[in-house]
């Protein structure tokens, strides 16, 4: 199953807020992202660079395409958009990550 990896950024003093609302994670959008075929969906902390590193499988990562355009992603976006970077449409700033080391 093909992986995801990305990294967003975090602004000062947000770290406790980002975890409280992921640990209080909409059931609507976890029920969309599976949905969409996401599993093994996790995202780390660099508590020094406030660095989030975000890492999930999905089996067609092209169904991540469609994402962007469903009311409840962009009501979670513009939710978190105060406490991390973000785009002007309220989506996270992110990077992809290429892979360079798997061990299975």
């Known amino acids: 199953m093909p992986r995801i990896s990305f990294k967003m950024q975090l602004h000062p003093g947000q770290t406790e807020e980002y975890k409280r609302r992921h640990d209080e994670l909409w059931p609507e959008l976890?029920?969309?992202?599976r949905e969409t075929g996401v599993r093994n969906y996790s995202i780390f902390l660099d508590e020094?660079?406030?660095?989030?590193?975000?890492?999930?499988?999905i089996e067609q990562p092209e169904r991540l395409d469609d994402l962007p355009a469903h009311p409840v992603m962009q009501r979670w976006w513009a939710y978190m958009a105060d406490i991390m970077e973000s785009n002007p449409d309220h989506s996270p700033i992110n990077m992809p990550l290429r892979e360079v080391f798997y061990l299975k």
């Open 30 to 33: 976890a029920e969309l992202l």
């Open 48 to 57: 020094e660079t406030l660095v989030l590193f975000g890492v999930l499988d």
